[in-house]
């Protein structure tokens, strides 16, 4: 039997108990705003989630953490293994999780205090107001620059008088009224004379001569916003438009708007200050408290995965005491434990090569008992050979009339007795020189039907089941010595079961180690096999059989042996036996 310390569950608990934790979170995320929401607007905290949240969600944790205390109680009322340790985990972990959410709550608690004297103090207002109060000034201080500056007698003076280069036209302006960004004119038919300043601001479309004077309307672009004031003035070249601007900032307005709103926001929010501090609480504790709920279950989960391997050894050093060499821990865990269960895998495959060793001296001595048994066997028929021979030549020598008859009858013994020992010898040979196996890919199933049809139809008092058996199963066999593998286990269940019964067979793949093997599984539901005989079963010329030299079952174990595969059997007496065959899926040394 090959035990495993993963469970097949604790994937399955630990990505149900990340999907919960993740849900949590997500709850936090959404649903802490709309609950500060209420709060600011003075509504009920009536929303669906948060009341199950609050309520339903710490209601199912609760519940699975009396599930899991109830089953380690059950556990240790029935003495299971380690359960005195799971439950010191259990309470360890959960203590550990209790005084890191304590202090951390109170810490929180007293921080949001903190946080919220700090924030709705009276200076933060006035700093809220003050830089409201900066933009606007700035805004209108814009404003009324370019009104001044577009009507006042010093920028008609500079227009009518202008003469010179562009630029020095332009550090003249910009040394009258630095605020100025961009100046624009035209002549009484739209043309555009001169562009000077910042090139973002020049205006592409000509201006109407028919627009009064005055603030145009305010242009907003990706990155600015502009302000253009228009005038005119009369020069010796005609009548000219003159276009002046300013530049804000792209973000101006949104940020004057954003410190309108914050003001706002801060205002009811300082008005609802003590309100707000118990709702942060309540959300707090709504959260809080799923969370060390969950780091509770947690523990439950994390004292099994450290209790499994501990467990697991126990287990298998009962098994290995009891007897069972085969079983074997596997873990995918790597660390102290991992080299613990290695050592005690390598100490049980020790014992099992220890034993395999005891075994083969014990089938060495079964041998020296073969050889006996063969010596008598052979000596049997030699003695009525002898004695035929011998009454031949008496006859002959003294004459007798019936020699004739008696010759016949003695030659007739001799030639009976030399066939029953030419088959003994046959049969001792095909045990002792099995050949080596011829593999070829072979569909180990259409085998299986192939030699249970020869049979079937012999026993049609039994019936046959053969659903267990799984399609495409190809392995690498001698398909003449597996014939005879199955032959001898199929003729086996059949005589087994004289007044009728059930023959299943079953194949599947199983895996040991980083190996896979096909199983074969052949079930009879005869008389079984009774306790006393099971140790001799595969010995040779064991037997309960009236017929039969007892070498089958050998035979079948050394084929399988060749093949690097493993035979084995279980029985109960009245139930029936079923024999286990394992092939490796691949090619046999």
Not at 491 to 511: D, H, M, P, W, Y
Not at 517 to 522: E, G, L, N, P, S
Request: aromatic share 10%; proline share 4%.
């Amino acid at each position: 039997m090959i035990r495993s310390t993963s469970a097949r569950t604790s994937k399955t608990t630990l990505y149900s108990i990340a999907v919960l934790y993740l849900v949590i979170i997500v709850l936090i995320f959404i649903f802490a705003r709309q609950f500060l929401s209420d709060v600011s607007s003075g509504s009920s905290f009536s929303n669906i989630m948060i009341i199950f949240s609050a309520v339903v969600l710490p209601a199912f944790l609760i519940g699975s953490i009396i599930l899991n205390f109830l089953r380690l109680r059950r556990e240790k009322r029935s003495g299971s293994p380690g359960v005195f340790f799971k439950t010191k985990l259990v309470l360890f972990f959960s203590f550990i999780a209790m005084i890191s959410a304590v202090p951390q709550g109170i810490l929180s608690v007293s921080f949001l205090r903190t946080a919220m004297e700090s924030w709705f103090s009276s200076s933060m207002g006035v700093a809220l107001h003050g830089g409201l109060d900066i933009a606007l000034e700035y805004y209108n201080e814009k404003l009324k620059n370019l009104e001044e500056f577009g009507e006042s007698r010093v920028l008609k003076n500079l227009i009518s008088t202008r003469s010179g280069s562009s630029g020095l036209f332009w550090d003249t302006i910009q040394e009258v009224n630095p605020l100025i960004d961009s100046l624009q004119l035209y002549d009484s038919s739209g043309r555009e004379i001169a562009f000077l300043g910042e090139p973002r601001a020049r205006l592409e479309t000509t201006p109407s001569f028919e627009t009064r004077p005055g603030m145009l309307p305010k242009q907003d672009y990706r990155d600015m916003s502009l302000l253009r004031y228009l005038s005119y003035v009369d020069t010796d070249e005609g009548r000219l438009a003159v276009l002046i601007g300013s530049i804000l900032p792209g973000n101006f307005e949104a940020q004057a708007r954003g410190l309108t709103e914050s003001i706002e926001l801060f205002t009811q929010y300082q008005e609802l200050q003590n309100r707000f501090y118990i709702a942060l609480i309540i959300v707090f504790a709504f959260f809080s408290v799923p969370l060390l709920l969950l780091a509770i279950i947690v523990s439950f989960m994390l004292s099994d995965e450290v209790i499994k391997p501990i467990v697991s050894l126990e287990e298998a050093t009962r098994k290995v005491a009891e007897g069972d060499f085969t079983i074997r821990i596997f873990s995918r865990r790597r660390g102290e434990l991992s080299v613990l269960i290695d050592s005690f895998n390598t100490m049980v495959s020790e014992l099992e090569r220890s034993r395999f060793k005891i075994m083969q001296t014990e089938k060495v001595t079964a041998w020296q008992e073969i050889a006996q048994q063969m010596a008598h066997e052979i000596k049997n028929p030699l003695t009525p050979i002898k004695l035929s021979a011998q009454r031949i030549i008496k006859k002959y020598q003294s004459g007798s009339e019936d020699f004739e008859r008696i010759l016949t009858q003695a030659v007739e013994s001799i030639i009976r007795e030399v066939d029953n020992l030419d088959q003994l010898l046959k049969e001792f040979r095909d045990f002792s020189r099995q050949p080596t196996p011829m593999p070829e890919k072979i569909d180990i199933n259409s085998l299986l039907v192939e030699v249970l049809a020869t049979y079937a139809t012999t026993a049609p008092f039994v019936q046959v089941d053969t659903s267990g058996l799984q399609d495409d199963l190809i392995l690498d066999v001698d398909k003449k010595q597996m014939t005879r593998v199955f032959s001898n286990l199929i003729k086996n269940a059949f005589e087994a079961q004289e007044n009728g019964g059930t023959i299943s067979l079953r194949t599947n793949l199983v895996r040991k180690g980083n190996n896979r093997y096909c199983r074969i599984q052949i079930q009879d539901t005869g008389k079984g096999i009774v306790k006393e005989n099971h140790d001799k079963v595969f010995n040779p010329y064991f037997t309960t059989k009236m017929t039969g030299t007892g070498l089958g079952l050998p035979i079948v174990e050394r084929i399988i042996f060749d093949h690097q595969g493993e035979i084995w059997f279980e029985t109960e007496e009245g139930v029936g036996t079923t024999f286990f065959i394992d092939l490796p899926m691949g090619n046999p040394a």
